[in-house]
């Protein structure tokens, strides 16, 4: 071996090797893992990234028996799953403009949705027909971040988007593509109708929103 080569050798084996990304259920294995992950300055996955994985493996659907294709079972991993997206953007402090630019609708409607649940908002009740201030700091925050994303999608979604023609390469992603845009077209849909019940409850919180402040910063705590 020549000096050169040895010390190309010496070189690569000094250089610090870069560790590997953590898997998404390694977070199911160790319930203090995610808290030490978002303490990093630079974790790999990213959070947004991470709310990502833990809804798509609580959405995949489960095959009986008879290998029928049956609805994401409700079980321990998976509300685990869903309790974790949540935690991760309870860290991100519900910071609606990093989530819209890191996740899709369909998953953000999954994601809050998931977060009124949690928070006991009454299912079945408008959301225009609570009222906030004699609900539980957490219920009503949550009634809130939802309604502003609702609002907020809302606008976005009359921007044109700019059309990517898809290459022989991406052709057998079509499919999945054209799924989620009907997805998110019936989630606007819905959002839509609900338009005007949803800028009513963000009117009437305006005084609210100062004394929530507190448990929006706090909310990992929380869940």
């Not at 790999?44 to 995949?60: G, R, S, W, Y």
């Not at 998953?107 to 299912?123: D, F, I």
């Not at 989630?187 to 009513?200: C, N, P």
Request: proline share 8%; charged share 20%; glycine share 2%.
């Amino acid at each position: 071996m020549s000096a050169e080569a040895a010390d190309r050798v010496i070189v690569s084996g000094s250089r610090p090797s870069t560790p590997p990304q953590t898997s998404w259920f390694e977070f199911l294995l160790d319930e203090m893992l995610l808290e030490n992950h978002l303490q990093k300055s630079h974790p790999d996955p990213v959070p947004v990234q991470l709310v990502i994985q833990f809804l798509e493996q609580a959405a995949k659907p489960s095959v009986n028996e008879q290998n029928q294709v049956q609805p994401p079972a409700d079980n321990r991993r998976n509300r685990t799953l869903k309790l974790l997206a949540l935690k991760v953007a309870a860290h991100m402090k519900w910071d609606l403009d990093v989530l819209e630019k890191g996740l899709t609708i369909p998953v953000l409607n999954m994601l809050l949705n998931e977060l009124l649940c949690v928070s006991k908002v009454p299912p079945g009740v408008k959301h225009v027909d609570l009222d906030l201030s004699t609900l539980p700091p957490t219920t009503a925050m949550a009634v809130i971040i939802y309604n502003r994303w609702a609002i907020r999608t809302i606008v976005l979604s009359s921007f044109p988007e700019k059309q990517t023609k898809p290459g022989p390469h991406q052709m057998n992603m079509l499919n999945i593509v054209q799924q989620e845009k009907e997805l998110t077209e019936n989630i606007l849909s819905v959002l839509k109708e609900q338009a005007a019940d949803s800028i009513m409850v963000l009117e009437v919180t305006t005084s609210t929103l100062q004394a929530l402040h507190f448990y929006l910063l706090s909310w990992g705590s929380v869940l």
